[in-house]
């Protein structure tokens, strides 16, 4: 995209601020002679009315002010820079065109068509707007645009967690299992790995907490998460004898080709002991994880 571009973040702001720009480069285009012509005859007499001055107080100041003056002046309506104009963008996007269309070139389409139907003058020319005013205006406008960024950057992070709750929760409702054996499974895990549960949970909500707290709260809070989470690790590690329990038939099952876990028949491959006789915390939870994805999918294909 053109460097000397501007952007706003609604259609209205940016057709009528490219509007202003035309109407500021054919005001400066008319009155350029006059500008120069009265720049110089003032420069000239603020020239004599320092000279004056310092004569007549001693003084400088005055004759600083006269001579500064009209410099100021001509370097906020002489010089001029070539500038696109402004196209419809929010934040760090693309800019935005008919229909939604993305693209520099759809976006110059579309503006140039509303600017047309408004019987604008000039449309599709080089702009030429005042130095001074593109030396104000191009810092505020890519301040403009980064906060929005940012701002629109956490706003799809929420909305991004707050679908994934909603799906999840729909997840949940979907697969409530009908076979007794999933949640005497569940139960069983809940009863033999709290601990880990525990900690897994006291992880999560410190992660909530740490989303609205301070830099310095959020700091506090993460370290007792991280310490939760490594907990959380030592205890996956813990085992429980598998049998005479619903994941020894789970296990079993897979490994006659009776039942389709592929990750338990994954465990009972993988040695010669274990997971026959005991099974971790962590490989319980896998396997309830692969079966609540299972039924899940059974209950949306029906």
């Known amino acids: 995209m053109d ?7 609604t259609l209205v702001g940016a057709v009528l601020e490219h509007h202003g720009y035309i109407t500021q480069a ?30 007549m107080f001693g003084s400088f100041r005055a004759a600083r002010y006269l001579i500064l003056g009209p410099a100021l002046f001509w370097f906020m309506v002489g010089p001029t820079t070539e500038t696109g104009g402004v196209l419809w963008q929010l934040g760090g996007g693309q800019p935005i065109g008919e229909s939604r269309e993305q693209g520099e070139a759809a976006a110059v389409a579309y503006r140039q068509k509303i600017l047309q139907k ?13 130095t001074g005013f593109w030396l104000f205006a191009w810092p505020i406008n890519e301040f403009v645009k980064e906060f929005v960024d940012r701002m629109l950057d956490l706003e799809d992070t929420e909305d991004l967690t707050a679908n994934q709750k909603a799906i999840a929760l729909e997840f949940i409702i979907s697969m409530i299992p009908t076979d007794t054996s999933h949640l005497s499974r569940l139960n069983h895990f809940s009863s033999r790995c709290g601990y880990m549960l525990a900690s897994a949970n006291a992880a999560a909500a410190l992660s909530v907490r740490a989303r609205n707290a301070t830099a310095e ?22 085992g429980f004898a598998t ?5 020894d038939d789970y296990i079993r099952a897979a490994h006659a080709g009776t039942g389709g876990s592929a990750l338990a028949k994954a465990l009972w491959d993988s040695s010669t002991d274990a997971p026959r006789e005991m099974i971790t915390c962590a490989q319980a939870w896998a396997l309830i994880a692969e079966e609540t994805w299972h039924k899940a999918g059974e209950e949306e294909g029906r």
């Open 3 to 9: 460097e000397n571009v501007v952007v706003a973040g």
């Open 26 to 55: 054919d005001f400066l285009q008319a009155f350029r002679s006059f500008f120069r012509d009265a720049g110089a005859f003032v420069y000239l007499a603020a020239g004599v009315g320092a000279v004056v001055s310092f004569a």
């Open 118 to 130: 408004m019987n604008v003058p000039g449309v599709g020319q080089p702009i030429n707007v005042a």
């Open 217 to 238: 709260q959020a700091e506090g809070l993460n370290e007792v998460r991280q310490a939760h989470l490594k907990k959380m690790e030592e205890y996956a590690t813990l």
């Open 243 to 247: 049998e005479d329990t619903v994941f």
